[in-house]
């Protein structure tokens, strides 16, 4: 009997139209694969559009993005060619959805798997690969695509180096662009019911958007299919010129290209946009706060473009947009405002009026009380990094140094139990303190003779080291400066 799964079987065929059965019980995560809803944007979202905007939700798959689809198909249509034999390994080059997604795969169907991902990418997307079990090979992501560094290139010659590899190379993969065909594009139609306007997405290995394109062309050729690029990648350039221009740098992560892929088809685009990371960013965090869709940089970038085409279309129109992945993935750059200060990609803050407040981070807050156990203080400086850790008085909470860390880490060197022993025995001088609302030049001449130090903020105490200062100063606008 046939797995009834979210692809419609083992190999992520469906005939065309027919909603595929899901099993109220699943036997594998595998059959759990596709099938993710759409999920209209609300009236009102933004002024001036009328027609309504679907959101193709695909972060409900199984390991968190649209990239499930294509690692079961390519794994099985390896496995069907016999490119992947029992005990091989998976290698391939991913920016961490693909990744996560094979990871997934290989887990459940027991293949070892190394993942190659570029150094630009959050440490949330590498610690979920490291999670599923994958050998992880970080690589620079500022190095030219034909660099043996770069991390296609190193994915390619680790699966030539090692017997029996299977390298997916979902970038020039054509099973990567048959299996969002199959899956992806079939779903959107039926569940639109054959209505449908337009399609926007952004382009990585260009599978998602091909495929997708593809399968809609074909119900109905008057579908609006538009690409999305970010600044600095080469596929808009390339889909208007025919020419390659040279790549440049940019942070949303996922989509953008500094090579033509082969799973992308730019025959199949009707037009491209170009949005930037800071108004992706924005949105990305808009969409969330607004209806709870928490999605990452590029559910941004796609819906910025999405709004766009929609004014110019009438009430009745339908324009459908990928959300690929969730925003859990980038908690650390799209969603925390110190990552996004420190690269410009929130308005900078004149130097001139800048204080101390503005370059400390948004990071773990403490302090103690001197009749507080020393294992206590130390969970604070250890595991949350609060260094220095004030001491506060039990009435009246005026400052009585901090706890003295030396002496805290000769004591666990000595196996002593932190458990009995009080603050109030380990309490050493505060050193400098500066006032939060201070101006910054203060906590320079400070940190440049000190490693960190105390700040006291309008409701607790907070330390700045000179590491947060080197991210942090970028963040102030002197005159005449370039945002990034």
Known sequence: MASTNGQGG???ALPAGRAPVRPQVHDSILSAIGETPLVRLPAGFEPGVECEILLKVEFTNPSGSIKDRIALFMVREAERKGLLKPGGRIVECSSGNTGAGLCLVAAALGYPITIVIPDKMSQEKIDVLRAYGAEVVVTPANVAVDHPDHYTRKAQQIAEDTPGAWWPNQYHNPDNTEGHYR??????????????DAFVAGAGTGGSLAGVARYLKEQDPTVQVVGVDPPGSILADYWRTGELVEPGFYFVEGVGEDEVPGAWDPEVVDDYRVVTDAVSFAMAR??????????????GMNLVATLDIARKLPAEARVVTLVPDSGRAYLSKVYSEDWLRDWRLLPPTPAADATVADLVRDGARAWVKPGETLYWAARHMGERGVRPLPVLEEEGGALLGVVDEARVMELLAAGEPLELLLVQDYIAEAGPVLDASAPWSEALAVLAEQERVLVREPDGWASLERRDMLRALPRLDHGGTTDV
């Open 183 to 196: 899956s992806t594009g079939a779903e959107i139609w039926r569940q639109c019911e054959g209505r449908l």
């Open 10 to 12: 083992e190999n992520g």
């Open 286 to 299: 808009r969409l969330a706060l607004a209806t709870g869709i928490f999605g990452g940089g590029s559910t």
